[in-house]
Each structure stands twice: as structure tokens, then as C-alpha cells.
């Protein structure tokens, strides 16, 4: 009937648009007319003529376009009236609405039904609160929120869930999570917890649970940053009764500090799924506007707005036609339009610019092994932020806090107010690397030395890294200012003895602590940062390697680091291979100029023709062997101990050959000991590498206020 209407006010329509159409053509002929005299004395401005035509193209497109508009208002709002799916109602359960493709079990049976197959709810009566639950894997879940626009749901176990126990902040995890075959996947802002129940001891990594001992019998749980991660940590040697993996969304690990006593909550908030179309549901049901569902009789039927039912689709339904033909030749105008726009547009541009890099963004390989990369470790517990986000979170890039070879970094705020830095990386294929060696290597690490990647951007060449904030900056400023007692920035000897114990902590985490080994090959004064309690946190793994714990040996194929801190087996394989003793040799460097508050206070004394990096440990070796203070500024004997036990550790870190050099735990050994027991070690042979900015490739970005 609704067509039967509508059928005489298109016809008017069209004919009225289609006049207002030809009138703006004949409009346009004239107007190219009078202009052909100027186009044949070469005066013809072709530019200056399709500007004017622009406005009577635009205007008759428009006109076009109209008849279609009002035709589609009173169809769109046939169509709302009519949809009302007398077979599909819609329930409210507690705070949530149940409606297609989700259905209420109470009401509708499940051999007959409107949605998806295993997709009813029920709502159950827990005091005065209405609870809804939906059941897969023989598992009830408590259904928190539903969000029809994006097809998502959250929903939490319905056994540590507070809504059936109470508030607990130590639920027992008793199994995982089984999907079946039900049309539900895994969201990505999801993230892994395993659970290890009734050990006998727990992983280094891992966080214990002291509210599940029974017995003297542990129970630990750990971030799974793949879902591979099992595979690679052995639980074997813990004899652990029961492992259990269970999902939860990786924004509640974020927001609660103390794992060990927070991890009810963080169950109880849940985790999220996402639904797709169903294999069994005719495609042509639900693209004709109808719902698919199930009747005992009949089987799979396709419910209409109309309140008819078909074992196929909805097309015979009058508003379904009409709104196809409106939406149908409205997108083929629309098209049409738009093309034309682009038309002129190339027609009016720049010679300069280029029509195919404007339509054609050319990927780059650098980009797709970054792509590669994002998808292996999207897994992470690190957010992924849009470009959008960096934009917000950084207020467009207000204040800026520093400027280096790889990007600028900008001073954020992320939505729970923590202050972050944000280093934007400029698009050049080293940079691509970088990126690449940040996220691999900070993105597993967990360390109150190393600082924290809170995450990441990479959308299409648009790319970021989220830092946390450092309020007091990099080292440098101190480690040239700490000898003199009257500035800003003195912290004391003392200070810094403590700062350089809390890197090699760090160091060591990285050469032992992960399952897989990571060389930082950056260890320097601007790479060491401090936070607002002057706890310091090695940054910057731009040039960062991940190796295997089982080799001894790093494959390297060009030079990298910094000038004065680069090991001598870097630039020439004569002194022996790349190992962890590399990072020990720049740490060895960073740790003489924190004795002596750096080489450019020693500068003056070596010859300002000279380099510094060859004279400096010599002139600390001789004043070493003067067994005099170190420091003009050091007042006591005991802070000389301090200056003395760096300078002897950092001379035995620069032993030219790798197997001289103590490990870096040894090195904590020796800064945490008597300096009684320490030895100083045989004066080396200093040499520097040559200064071929080909082959030294270094990070050299000072972030001093930034990360």
C-alpha cells in the first residue's frame, strides 16, 4: 500500500529534478559559450572558468539529489513505524536491555526463539537486585553490559562475581574459559591471567596470593603477555596441583597497584566478547531487514517487522522495497557527485601536487613489518592507542619537552590523570626499527628500574610511544652538576652511589631476569632517568637486541651505540664477541663519570685538542693510584668510599677484553661490599672507535624532562 502512495509523489519528484537539472545544464553551456572567444586568443583561464562552474554543478546535483531526500524521510519513517518485530521483543533485566540477537529464556523456550542459537539470557532473582546470566562451556558468566553498536558484551564469571558471593577480594579460580562454538570471540582489549594453585614456591615473575596458602602450599597468579606464553614457562618444578587461564580486561590490571590483594577485583570486572553474524543465520534474512530465530515446528524462520515469518528473507515486505530503491539509485547519484567533485578538484590543484600519492597511501615494506609486528604481539598487556588518542592525551602537542634523532616528545595526561610522555617518531625506516625494538623489549619487562611503556601508536605511519612521566629528568644534569654543591641539581655523592646501584638492578633484570635476554646497547647519562623520588629507570631501547638466554655470542651486523661508550668488541671482533659484557662496558663508563661528576670536568685538564673519551679513564686511574680524594668536593671520608667503590667497579667494567669484565651481578656484588675486600684492577688499554657516523648508529635523544 505504502508503495502504491508512494509511487505518484517519486514520479512528480523525479520529473521536478530533473527539470531544475537540465535548466542548470543549459546555464553551464551558455556560460562555456561566452568564454570560447577567450579560449581561442589563448586568453582562456580554465581555472577562473571551473570555479564558476562549480557552484551550478553543485547546485544542480543538489536539486537532483532532493526529490530522493524527500522520499527517503517518509520511507525511513514508514520503516520505523513498522519495525516493531512482534515476534523479537526486547526485556530489561536489572541495568541491562535484552534484545536481538540476545534473547530472555524465561519468556521464550529454547527450541523456539528470536536470535541466535545459544545467545538467551536469564534473569534470576538475587534479594532485590534482577541478575542477568548467560551460560556457554557449561559455565555461567553474570552479563555486565551490552553494546549494541559495536557488538560487544562484557560479562564476568558468575562464581567470583560479587553479585553471588559477596564482595571478596580473594576469589578461587576454578576453571577456564570455553567458548564452544558459539558465534563469540575474544575482544583485543582483553589480557591472560594464569593461576597457579597449591605450589610449592612461585616464578620470580609471578605475584603470590597469600589469601589461597593452604598448608605452606602457595598459589601465585602472573600476566600472560602472549597466548603462547605457557608454552615457554615450565610450572613443572613448582608441583602445582591445578593451573588455571581465565581472561579479564587488561584496563582493571592497569587500575589496581596491589595485585596480590586487588585480583578479586579485577575478575569481577570482567572481560570482553564480540559477536559476528551466524553460520546458520540465512544472510539474506538479516540484509532484507528481518531477524533470524528458530521455531519448534519449523526450524530456522526469519522474523519480519511486519510480524510474518519465512524460511528465507523479508523482501516481500513493501517498506524493505522501497527503502532499497531510495537507498539504491541515492548512492549511485551520490557516487556520481562525488567523482565529479574530485574531478574539478585535480582540475583546479597545484601542479605540485600529486594526484597519486593524494589517493594512493603507498605502504611502505618498513610499514608492513611493523603491521606484521603489531598483530604477533597484540597480545600485549601494553595499550594500543589511534592517533586520535596521542592527539587528546597530549592537548595537540602542546608543551613539548624535547627534540632528538628520532622524533620530538610532548608532556601528557592520560583519562585517569596520570601524567605521561609522548615520543612521536618521525617516519624514516630506522625509526620503523626503533619502534619495532621499544615494544619488544620494554613491552615484556616489569622492573622498578626500567621504565615503564604504559603504550603504543601505530596507525598507518602515524607513530608513538607512551611513556611514564619523569619529573627530575635525565641524569646528565646531575652527574655535571653534583660536584658542585652550590647549584640546583646537587644531589650528593651518596645519591648518586644509590642511583648507580639501582641501574645495575636494572641491568641485571634485563641479562637475567626475562626469559629472553635483552642488550640495551644505549647505557648513558641522558638513557638513565629519575623519577620524582630520584629512583632511576633505564630508558630508550631504540637500539635494544633480544637474544636467547642459551647463547653467549650476538650476531651483529653494523655498529651501534654511542660515542665514549660503545665496548671495544663492538667496532673490532679482535677483542672478542658481543655479549651482556657490552652493556657492562658503557654501564663501567656511566659509573666513572658518576664518581667524578663526568668528563667535562676533567676536559680542562686533558688538552682541549684531544678527545675526551680516551683520556678520561686514564686520568682517573693516576688520580686513583694517588690514593687521594677523587672529588675537590668531597668532604668526608665516607663519601669518598662511595666515589672510590664506583671508580674501582667502573674500571673493572672497561677491561678491554669481554671475559675480564665481571657480569653485572657482579658488579652489584662489589658496589654492595666493603671496599676493603676491592681490589683495583690492571690499568687497560684505552682506545676509542673511529668516528664514521656510517657505521655508529646511537639513540642520542636527550628526553631530559620528558619520559
Known sequence: ???????????????????????????????????????????????????????????????????????????????????????????????????????????????????????????????????????????????????????????????????????????????????????LNFATLNANLSFHFNCTGCSSLATELLCLERNERKSCVHVMNTSTEELVWSWDEYSCSENVITTVLRDNINRYSNFSTEFGSILEGGFELEWSRMGDCNNKCEESGGRCGRLDTAGFVCF??????????????????????????G????????????????????????????LIKHKTEDDKNIEAFVKQYGSLSTQRYKY??????????????????????????????????????????????????????????SHVNIVTLLGFCFDNKKRALVYEYMPNGSLEKYIYSHVHAGTNEHIGVEKMYEIALGVACGLDYLHRGCNTRILHFDIKPHNILLDEDFCPKIADFGLAKLYSRKESIVSMFEARGTIGYIAPEVYNNNFGGVSHKTDVYSFGMLLLEMAVGGRKNVDAGVGSGRTSEIY???????????????????????????????????????????????????????????????????????????RSPATIYSTSESMQEAI
Open 331 to 358: 548512492s549511485v547519484l551520490l557516487s556520481i557527485f562525488i567523482v565529479i567533485i574530485f574531478i574539478i578538484y585535480f582540475i583546479l590543484k597545484p601542479p605540485s601536487r600529486n594526484c597519486v600519492s593524494f
Open 1 to 183: 500500500m505504502y508503495l502504491t502512495l508512494a509511487c505518484p509523489n517519486l514520479s512528480f519528484s523525479l520529473f521536478l529534478g530533473y527539470v531544475m537539472f537540465f535548466c542548470c545544464r543549459l546555464y553551464i553551456n551558455n556560460y562555456i559559450y561566452t568564454h570560447r572567444r577567450d579560449s581561442w586568443t589563448c586568453s582562456f583561464n580554465i581555472s577562473k572558468i571551473m570555479s564558476n562552474l562549480l557552484y551550478p554543478l553543485s547546485l544542480s546535483l543538489l536539486l537532483l539529489l532532493l526529490p530522493f531526500i524527500f522520499i527517503a524521510l517518509p520511507a525511513a519513517a514508514a520503516q520505523s513505524n513498522n519495525s516493531t518485530y512482534p515476534n523479537c521483543p526486547s526485556y530489561n533485566c536489572g541495568n541491562v536491555t535484552v534484545r536481538y540477537p540476545f534473547w530472555m529464556i524465561a519468556t521464550e523456550s529454547t527450541s523456539q526463539f528470536c536470535g541466535y542459537q545459544g545467545f538467551g539470557i536469564s534473569c534470576s532473582a538475587i534479594g532485590n537486585l534482577s541478575v542477568p546470566k548467560i551460560t556457554f562451556g557449561g559455565d555461567n558468566y553474570y552479563v555486565q553490559r551490552i553494546n549494541y553498536e559495536s557488538s560487544n558484551i562484557v560479562v564476568s564469571d558468575y562464581d567470583v562475581s560479587s553479585v553471588v558471593t559477596g564482595p571478596s577480594n580473594c576469589p578461587r579460580v576454578r576453571h577456564g574459559i570455553n567458548l564452544q562454538t558459539m558465534h
Open 304 to 329: 519480519c517487522s511486519d510480524g510474518t515469518t519465512s524460511r528465507g528473507d523479508c523482501k516481500g515486505t513493501h517498506p524493505n522495497l522501497t527503502m532499497k530503491l531510495v537507498i539504491g539509485v
Open 388 to 445: 586520535k588518542d596521542i592527539k587528546k592525551m597530549t592537548g595537540s602537542f602542546k608543551v613539548k619537552l624535547g627534540q632528538g634523532g628520532f622524533g620530538q616528545v610532548f608532556k601528557g595526561k592520560l583519562c585517569d590523570g596520570r601524567l605521561v610522555a609522548v615520543k612521536v617518531l618521525n617516519s624514516s625506516k630506522e625509526n620503523g626499527q626503533e619502534f619495532i625494538n621499544e615494544v619488544a623489549s620494554i613491552g615484556r619487562t
Open 616 to 690: 678520561f679513564p686514564d686520568w682517573i686511574y693516576n688520580r686513583l693510584h694517588k690514593n687521594e680524594f677523587l672529588l675537590d668536593s668531597v668532604a668526608t671520608r665516607e663519601e669518598n668510599d662511595y666515589a672510590r667503590k664506583m671508580t674501582i667497579a667502573g674500571l673493572w667494567c672497561i677491561q678491554p677484553a669481554p671475559n675480564q669484565r665481571p657480569s653485572i651481578n657482579e658488579v652489584i656484588e662489589m658496589l654492595e661490599g666493603s671496599m676493603d675486600t676491592m681490589e683495583v684492577p690492571p690499568k687497560p688499554f684505552f682506545s676509542s672507535p673511529p
